[in-house]
């Protein structure tokens, strides 16, 4: 921590601490039991117990629990878990807000002997439509002018119970023209006939978000209240709720950083829970989940997760992390930790037919040699053993270096071979090997002067053990994945019969392995026996996905499709005259076909695309941005907080470079919130674009300095390091260096 920078969080603390504003540093985690916790939660958990820990302060563990219809007692254990198995300890017993429902409704009542609180009986239509836009005030509800003596009658009723949802609510009596759209007179309780998990019927009334986590904050003496930025508007909310009500201080305050994303990952409990309930995954736990029961199981470590939080950082403007980073991270962490072992994942027979006698013991180290640890096993070899398939080139192509019917190749620990005879079945099929061994090339004592170019791994067919592994990979085959419909539909494969060596089963000298050349493995902590071994796949020993990425984009473009009129198999109708006009309109402009139809099929989202584009922008971003994100906004909200000319100036802005696609999106999610212009949201959250090469320049300078190892591996040739320099660089500009120069300068500086 100390050599590191500290962090704006940090910062706050120490300074509140040094200035004696607190004697002690109390922070909480807030999770809502309503699902299990996932990556996002593992940050959020490492900046509150973290921070607490540094600082000798306390953090507690807060259920916040105030939405009876969704939550459940089984997710307050996994939450428990979580935080338990990450390495941190919750000061106290778990706390509720449950808990402090009475004073909660204490301080309701307080509110509204002050007049500062009222209950409100309009619809909630009516009320929508009174708290007005970004743009025009809002107006005040008929009831507020209720007497105090009436509000204090209502509420109490509709604390028994003697209302219907939504009959009446409890709002906060502030400012209907307030630009923060959250001080518009907020709701603080409404009604609920769920019986809580907790508190059963005794509560027919719930406080709201905004009330109740100030207040719980301030019950518990909590005196830093980090949250993600989402809730930055909120803050002035927190704090009005506090001052009006005159705590007596400490009192806490409020701190937002950036949530994590992560791409090829969903990460919203409402989204995973889909993928739960519709049986695409086997469960919260299934190890291609983002929830730390998901990695837990997956045999990713705490510390992995952990270092990963660190070195993700903790910044003020919402970016994506790559997954691979998150990858990197537990090969990192289990490459001088674990064994390595021989399991064959596609066996093909090999019979030495030189081969005599009984089956011979060969010593073979569990760690390779720059790792600081000792232990070794006996390896049986003999005259029947399996490779693995793809270690067979019958026509190898150029480069081959493993066994083909003219190269010899070693077997790892062992002897070399040599390829005599092939065996195949009527289809054509390599189903056996026939080898010669040389005696006098035993791994270590090797006399036999043959060169090979590589060594390969095998298992003593007699006693290798048949394993079952499951081949885990990502669950979304897309970056920024939005539906069931972007699953990876090879995100698990389940290899029934690899063959493993036996003192894995016999002598388990872990619970983590690495499979030599096929990746890193852990016992299935649910599925596994001796009998029937269970093995899964926690990460490739390599990221395949880098490759990959780079086939398919050959040059940069769009991160997204736009979206697609219809999915497919749903036969639209026929295009009628004015949609076709506007259709062949748009094409004449030069759009892609997709989005002409996209556009031309919707008269609102035409009528906004020919407004915004008439205000400026290219064409081509204009109809970008209305397609993807101006329609998903259209199907959400009925009425939007934005209008044509500021998707038209995030349109310029894209345009000009002075924000990347990514930060494109990002811009526009705070523009769905607060309805501010994208220019002064780029500047407020900082997000102007960094291709200024000479800005960049002592960044990367600094990154390669302080990072010699990872230099000297990828001169070596290591070539997945790239990926680890690039993504220093964006997280140091958090999210914020243009890829393309980024790339460029780590590649002309590595060179250096
Ligand atoms: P989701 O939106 O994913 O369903 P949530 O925010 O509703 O999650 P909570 O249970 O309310 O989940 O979150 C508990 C704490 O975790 C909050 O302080 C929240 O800000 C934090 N948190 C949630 N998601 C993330 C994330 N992706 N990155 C960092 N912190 C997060
Ligand atoms: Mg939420």
């Given amino acids: 921590m100390s050599e590191r920078k500290k962090d704006f969080l940090r910062?706050?603390?120490?300074?509140?601490?040094?200035?004696?504003?607190?004697?002690?540093?109390?922070?909480?985690?807030?999770?809502?039991?309503?699902?299990?916790?996932?990556?996002?939660?593992?940050?959020?958990?490492?900046?509150?117990?973290?921070?607490?820990?540094?600082?000798?302060?306390?953090?507690?563990?807060?259920?916040?629990?105030?939405?009876?219809?969704?939550?459940?007692?089984?997710?307050?254990?996994?939450?428990?878990?979580?935080?338990?198995?990450?390495?941190?300890?919750?000061?106290?017993?778990?706390?509720?807000?449950?808990?402090y429902f009475q004073q909660l409704y204490d301080y309701a009542v307080e509110l509204i002997k002050m007049g500062k609180a009222y209950v409100d009986s309009i619809d909630e239509e009516t009320m929508r439509e009174l708290r007005g836009t970004v743009t025009e005030p809002g107006r005040r509800s008929e009831f507020a002018k209720r007497s105090v003596e009436e509000n204090l009658e209502l509420f109490e009723r509709m604390r028994k119970g003697e209302f219907a949802e939504g009959e009446h609510v409890l709002r906060a009596k502030i400012d209907m023209a307030s630009p923060n759209m959250?001080?518009?007179?907020?709701?603080?309780?409404?009604?609920?006939?769920?019986?809580?998990?907790?508190?059963?019927?005794?509560?027919?009334?719930?406080?709201?978000?905004?009330?109740?986590?100030?207040?719980?904050?301030?019950?518990?003496?909590?005196?830093?209240?980090?949250?993600?930025?989402?809730?930055?508007?909120?803050?002035?909310?927190?704090?009005?709720?506090?001052?009006?009500?005159?705590?007596?201080?400490?009192?806490?305050?409020?701190?937002?950083?950036?949530?994590?994303?992560?791409?090829?990952?969903?990460?919203?409990?409402?989204?995973?829970?889909?993928?739960?309930?519709?049986?695409?995954?086997?469960?919260?736990?299934?190890?291609?989940?983002?929830?730390?029961?998901?990695?837990?199981?997956?045999?990713?470590?705490?510390?992995?997760?952990?270092?990963?939080?660190?070195?993700?950082?903790?910044?003020?403007a919402n970016s994506?992390?790559?997954?691979?980073?998150?990858?990197?991270?537990?090969?990192?962490?289990?490459?001088?930790?674990?064994?390595?072992?021989?399991?064959?994942?596609?066996?093909?027979?090999?019979?030495?037919?030189?081969?005599?006698?009984?089956?011979?013991?060969?010593?073979?180290?569990?760690?390779?040699?720059?790792?600081?640890?000792?232990?070794?096993?006996?390896?049986?070899?003999?005259?029947?053993?399996?490779?693995?398939?793809?270690?067979?080139?019958?026509?190898?192509?150029?480069?081959?270096?493993?066994?083909?019917?003219?190269?010899?190749?070693?077997?790892?620990?062992?002897?070399?071979?040599?390829?005599?005879?092939?065996?195949?079945?009527?289809?054509?099929?390599?189903?056996?090997?026939?080898?010669?061994?040389?005696?006098?090339?035993?791994?270590?004592q090797d006399t036999s002067g043959i060169k090979v170019k590589s060594a390969i791994h095998w298992v003593e067919a007699n006693h290798a053990k048949s394993v079952e592994l499951r081949l885990y990979d990502r669950l979304y085959r897309v970056e920024q994945p939005e539906s069931i419909d972007d699953i990876n539909p090879d995100s698990l494969k389940v290899v029934k019969n690899a063959l493993i060596e036996p003192a894995v089963i016999n002598e388990?000298?872990?619970?983590?392995?690495?499979?030599?050349?096929?990746?890193?493995?852990?016992?299935?902590?649910?599925?596994?026996?001796?009998?029937?071994?269970?093995?899964?796949?926690i990460v490739t020993l390599k990221d395949s996905w880098a490759k990959k990425q780079q086939k398919q984009k050959p040059s940069p473009k769009p991160q997204k499709e736009p979206a697609k009129p219809q999915p497919k198999g749903d036969e639209l109708p026929p295009m009628d005259t004015a949609q076709k006009e506007r259709f062949e309109g748009y094409k004449a402009l030069g759009l892609r076909e997709e989005i002409a139809v996209t556009l031309a099929r919707d008269e609102a989202l035409a009528s906004f695309f020919e407004k915004?584009?008439?205000?400026?922008?290219?064409?081509?971003?204009?109809?970008?941005?209305?397609?993807?994100?101006?329609?998903?906004?259209?199907?959400?909200?009925?009425?939007?907080?934005?209008?044509?000319?500021?998707?038209?100036?995030?349109?310029?802005?894209?345009?000009?470079?002075?924000?990347?696609?990514?930060?494109?999106?990002?811009?526009f999610e705070a523009m769905t919130q607060s309805g501010e212009d994208p220019e002064t949201i780029v500047e407020q959250k900082g997000l102007r674009q960094i291709s200024d090469p000479e800005t960049l320049r002592p960044i990367i300078e600094e990154i390669i300095a302080q990072n010699p190892q990872n230099v000297a591996k990828y001169k070596e040739g290591n070539e997945k390091l790239f990926g680890f320099f690039v993504g220093q660089v964006m997280q140091k500009t958090q999210g914020k260096a243009d890829p393309k120069i980024a790339n460029r300068l780590v590649k002309e500086l590595l060179k250096a």
């Fill in 508 to 537: 388990k000298p872990d619970e983590r392995y690495q499979f030599e050349r096929e990746g890193y493995f852990y016992a299935d902590p649910v599925d596994y026996t001796d009998e029937a071994p269970v093995f899964n796949r």
């Fill in 11 to 99: 910062k706050i603390v120490e300074e509140d601490l040094q200035k004696g504003k607190y004697k002690e540093v109390v922070t909480r985690f807030p999770p809502e039991p309503n699902g299990y916790p996932h990556i996002g939660h593992a940050k959020a958990i490492s900046v509150d117990f973290g921070i607490a820990r540094d600082y000798g302060g306390r953090c507690h563990l807060r259920m916040d629990d105030t939405n009876p219809e969704t939550e459940d007692p089984k997710y307050v254990e996994a939450i428990k878990d979580a935080v338990t198995w990450l390495g941190f300890k919750w000061d106290g017993p778990v706390r509720y807000t449950s808990d």
């Fill in 612 to 667: 915004a584009r008439e205000a400026g922008g290219s064409v081509e971003t204009v109809a970008k941005l209305v397609t993807n994100e101006v329609a998903r906004e259209l199907k959400k909200e009925a009425a939007l907080s934005f209008g044509p000319e500021q998707i038209a100036k995030l349109a310029e802005l894209l345009d000009s470079g002075a924000i990347s696609t990514r930060t494109a999106k990002e811009v």
């Fill in 182 to 316: 959250k001080m518009r007179d907020p709701l603080l309780y409404r009604i609920r006939r769920t019986p809580h998990y907790r508190t059963g019927t005794e509560w027919a009334i719930y406080p709201m978000y905004d009330f109740a986590h100030c207040l719980s904050d301030y019950i518990e003496g909590v005196t830093h209240s980090f949250c993600t930025l989402e809730f930055e508007n909120n803050r002035e909310l927190y704090d009005w709720i506090l001052e009006t009500l005159k705590v007596k201080p400490p009192r806490p305050y409020q701190y937002e950083f950036a949530r994590l994303n992560l791409s090829y990952t969903v990460m919203s409990k409402r989204k995973l829970l889909e993928l739960v309930q519709k049986g695409v995954v086997s469960g919260w736990d299934d190890p291609r989940m983002p929830t730390i029961a998901g990695y837990r199981r997956r045999g990713y470590t705490p510390e992995s997760i952990l270092t990963f939080c660190e070195q993700i950082g903790i910044a003020k």
């Fill in 320 to 444: 994506v992390v790559d997954v691979a980073q998150l990858e990197f991270c537990i090969r990192d962490d289990l490459n001088p930790k674990v064994p390595r072992v021989m399991c064959v994942v596609e066996p093909l027979k090999v019979t030495i037919e030189n081969y005599e006698g009984d089956v011979e013991w060969l010593d073979a180290p569990y760690y390779p040699h720059d790792v600081p640890k000792e232990g070794s096993r006996k390896l049986p070899f003999g005259k029947y053993i399996y490779i693995n398939r793809k270690d067979f080139e019958e026509n190898p192509p150029k480069g081959y270096h493993r066994l083909t019917p003219d190269q010899p190749v070693r077997l790892r620990y062992a002897y070399i071979i040599r390829c005599k005879e092939v065996i195949k079945n009527d289809k054509g099929e390599v189903v056996e090997i026939i080898a010669e061994y040389y005696p006098n090339s035993k791994s270590g």
